[in-house]
């Protein structure tokens, strides 16, 4: 991400105006885990992912054709390499919540916050803050005592599958950074190249599985069709335009920490829309993930 300076008299008047549309993303992801635990079986996850990044991939590339164009060769494969890693994040992150709670899945995603700069930390050989690495192990343990519910068990196949896709969001952020090919493109086409790279696989997949996105979509009734529009729409195409805009208007570390109360809206969404109950253990838990890695953010970015 970039961002174009801005003056340091008009952010505190004018703060609130960038600040509500960027908190706004951070609602509609966390509400994200419920819409498609809502909409979403096993049978089909695949048909699902397909439909909602299909609707959106000729908008993207319809507003986005000329810096597509201005690709090099180079750029395209760097960016549909990482499409590839997107994808699998996808999967993990979609069968996961099919397995899990959406509060589970909102807060145990959050992890990525925790696990990048310490990936970060290995990579260039520095070692991180104590009260980093503070974070991190209170996260950690938040972690363990959600997955437990309201008493000791085994996590879940979908906690660890969030589990999973928190770590490959860590690959996939080391990646946009470490690859060459990619520097100084624009965020829009190397998104959409992207998007389109996860379609083409997730496309790909369902032709083997039990039911294919056209034959999902006619199945759909209204409630179906609102959560999908939900997530396409509002978490895909506003989430990213959003992001585009306000990373132009103020820093990116003031974006980052307001998106990092996605888990919050997840967790708010999943209690009082979805009727989830985290028990003793999980609520002591998803609090602990909530203080460690709002400290370990503010740790990583002081």
């Not at 008299?9 to 993303?25: E, F, G, M, N």
Request: with cysteine; aromatic share 8%; proline share 4%.
């Amino acid at each position: 991400m970039s961002s174009i300076a801005v003056p340091s008299a008009a952010l505190p008047r004018r703060a609130w105006l960038t600040d509500l549309p960027v908190l706004l993303v951070a609602v509609v992801w966390g509400a994200s885990y419920l819409a498609s635990k809502d909409i979403t079986t096993a049978r089909t996850v695949l048909a699902v992912l397909v439909l909602r990044f299909a609707l959106v991939l000729p908008v993207l590339a319809v507003v986005g054709h000329r810096s597509l164009r201005a690709l090099t060769a180079s750029q395209w494969r760097g960016a549909a390499l990482l499409g590839l890693i997107l994808a699998g994040i996808f999967l993990l992150e979609t069968y996961g919540v099919v397995h899990t709670s959406a509060t589970n899945a909102g807060l145990i995603i959050s992890l990525t916050m925790i696990f990048t700069p310490l990936a970060e930390a290995a990579v260039t050989r520095t070692r991180p803050s104590r009260a980093f690495l503070g974070a991190a192990a209170l996260s950690v343990l938040g972690v363990l005592l959600l997955t437990q519910g309201a008493g000791f068990s085994r996590p879940s196949l979908g906690d660890l599958l969030m589990l999973l896709a928190a770590l490959a969001r860590t690959v996939h952020v080391l990646a946009m950074s470490r690859t060459t090919s990619v520097q100084g493109a624009d965020a829009l086409p190397l998104t959409t190249v992207q998007l389109a790279t996860a379609v083409a696989v997730f496309a790909i997949l369902s032709t083997g599985a039990d039911t294919t996105p056209w034959a999902t979509a006619a199945d759909f009734g209204p409630r179906e069709w609102a959560g999908l529009l939900f997530l396409s729409v509002f978490c895909t195409l506003f989430a990213f335009f959003v992001q585009m805009w306000a990373v132009r208007r103020t820093s990116p570390s003031r974006v980052s920490l307001l998106l990092g109360t996605e888990p919050l809206w997840a967790a708010a969404a999943g209690i009082a829309l979805g009727g989830e109950r985290l028990g003793v253990f999980g609520l002591a838990g998803g609090v602990l993930v909530l203080v460690g890695t709002a400290w370990g953010r503010g740790a990583a970015l002081s």
